[in-house]
């Protein structure tokens, strides 16, 4: 079992910064791709980035050139820096983690990008 707790949600206005973090139980969770996924209202959720244990990334087309995704193996945590936030980045957004047929969600934290 991985229990992912999120933080760093919040309120910021457009063209601002937000990092999230993701803190994971366990003691194997370098072996874990680790994900950030987000939902917004009325909308699917979808994937923002990942990385894999290897340390290779991928973003979402929306996020590309704005998000950082980053591991801290020896800390348990994965990061999502967030830059020039705009209101369609608005969502909760969940940490995720898997490692073969496992998954793991987080419960999830509310970024809302407002003036």
């Known amino acids: 079992q991985v229990q992912l707790v999120e933080s760093g949600g919040g309120l910021v206005q457009p063209g601002g910064s937000l990092r999230l973090s993701c803190a994971a139980s366990?003691?194997?969770?370098?072996?874990?791709?680790m994900g950030w996924r987000r939902q917004a209202p009325g909308k699917q959720r979808e994937l923002v980035a990942g990385?894999?244990?290897?340390?290779?990334?991928i973003y979402a087309d929306a996020v590309k050139g704005r998000f950082t995704i980053s591991r801290d193996n020896a800390k348990n945590t994965v990061y999502l820096q967030m830059n020039n936030l705009k209101p369609e980045d608005t969502a909760v957004y969940y940490c995720?983690?898997?490692?073969?047929?496992?998954?793991?969600w987080g419960q999830g934290t509310q970024v809302t990008v407002s003036s």
């Open positions: 990385i894999t244990s290897g340390g290779a990334t």
């Open positions: 995720t983690a898997a490692l073969g047929l496992q998954a793991y």
């Open positions: 366990g003691s194997i969770f370098s072996l874990y791709a």
